[in-house]
């Protein structure tokens, strides 16, 4: 059982959260490899799949989109997750009462194409961590622009918001999942 955890991350948060998924498959026993998906050219050879992205402007990054939309014949095939990690405050909703960890609120706006080209079992969204000051190049100077608005200053406040322990119990249920009897299809190599 071998399992590709890839992610898209900018700044880091979201980098961390693969890996801590990691950790927490290889501590139920599954083999689990972690690999920037930028990188991760090879999507051939693993049991099951867990890929997941910043959210910026409510997208997924372009490396995580383009590795569901190449490797849609060979996802379709095996057991897929996704994850999206952006909402960062501590308010669990925005100023409307709607969930932050809705995807039609935070996003991916793509959400039904990443399903339709991944067919996942589950999308989940995490919270986040913003660190604004260190953020550079486009990304950076869209985020100086948006803190002109005083309604983007107070819902995206600097910090670390992620939750590990939805991480971790989101892992859990994925390994309790692989580890159900019947779940793979053994790869064929
Ligand atoms: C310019 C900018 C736009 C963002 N847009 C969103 C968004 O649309 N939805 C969201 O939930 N989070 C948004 N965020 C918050 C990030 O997704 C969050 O900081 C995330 O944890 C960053 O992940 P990374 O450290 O892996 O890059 C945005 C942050 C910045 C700086």
Do not use: C
Not at 19 to 37: T, W
Not at 70 to 75: G, H, I, W
Not at 165 to 178: C, E, H, N, P, Y
Request: hydrophobic content about 40%; glycine content about 10%.
């Amino acid at each position: 059982m071998k399992v590709l955890i890839a992610y898209a991350s900018r700044a880091g948060s979201t980098k961390e959260i693969a890996e801590f998924i990691g950790e927490k498959l290889r501590g139920r026993g599954v083999e689990a490899e972690v690999q920037d998906v930028g990188s991760a050219r090879a999507a051939g050879g693993y049991d099951a799949y867990v890929i997941g992205s910043a959210l910026y402007m409510f997208h997924w990054m372009k490396d995580a989109r383009q590795f569901l939309s190449k490797n849609r014949d060979l996802l379709a095939i095996r057991p897929v997750w996704l994850f999206s990690s952006g909402p960062v405050g501590v308010q669990k909703t925005d100023s409307a009462g709607r969930d932050l960890r809705d995807a039609s609120v935070s996003g991916p706006k793509e959400i039904e194409e990443l399903k339709e080209a991944a067919r996942p079992r589950d999308h989940h969204v995490f919270f986040g961590a913003l660190y604004g000051e260190k953020l550079r190049g486009g990304i950076g100077l869209t985020y100086r622009f948006m803190q002109r608005s005083k309604a983007v200053r107070e819902s995206m406040p600097d910090g670390d918001y992620r939750d590990w322990q939805d991480v971790a119990t989101w892992a859990d249920s994925i390994a309790d999942s692989l580890l159900a009897p019947g779940t793979t299809v053994p790869i064929q190599s």
